[in-house]
Nanobody, 121 residues
Framework: QVQLVESGGGLVQAGGSLRLSCAAS????????MGWFRQAPGKEREFVAA????????LYADSVKGRFTSSRDNAKNLVYLQMNSLKPEDTGVYYC??????????????WGQGTQVTVSS
């Protein structure tokens, strides 16, 4: 079992930056690849980024490539999503998730409760 708690969301103007954090507890954090997802009002949840167990491999949705960066600190059981050059279309609830797999088709077993990100124009 893995418990995940996101933080760092908030209201920011377009062009600004935010850093989301996801704190993990429970099972061995370094066993899990981590993903970030978001859900905008009235839309389905979508993949944003993923990071491998070691942190050496990352994947990003085309919509955030070059603007978002995921990293992790396995010693602190934390994963981060640095979001730069934010756009209004980045608005949504952001979730972190854990999986024993890695890749665009990975199935995520554990989810956090989400943190709201709002980007004003």
């Amino acid at each position: 079992q893995v418990q995940l708690v996101e933080s760092g969301g908030g209201l920011v103007q377009a062009g600004g930056s935010l850093r989301l954090s996801c704190a993990a507890s429970g099972s061995t954090f370094s066993n899990y690849a981590m993903g970030w997802f978001r859900q905008a009002p009235g839309k389905e949840r979508e993949f944003v980024a993923a990071i491998s167990w070691s942190g050496r491999r990352t994947l990003y949705a085309d919509s955030v490539k070059g603007r978002f960066t995921s990293s992790r600190d396995n010693a602190k059981n934390l994963v981060y999503l640095q979001m730069n050059s934010l756009k209004p279309e980045d608005t949504g609830v952001y979730y972190c998730a854990a999986t024993l797999d890695y890749g665009l088709t990975a199935v995520y077993d554990y989810w956090g409760q989400g943190t709201q990100v709002t980007v004003s124009s």
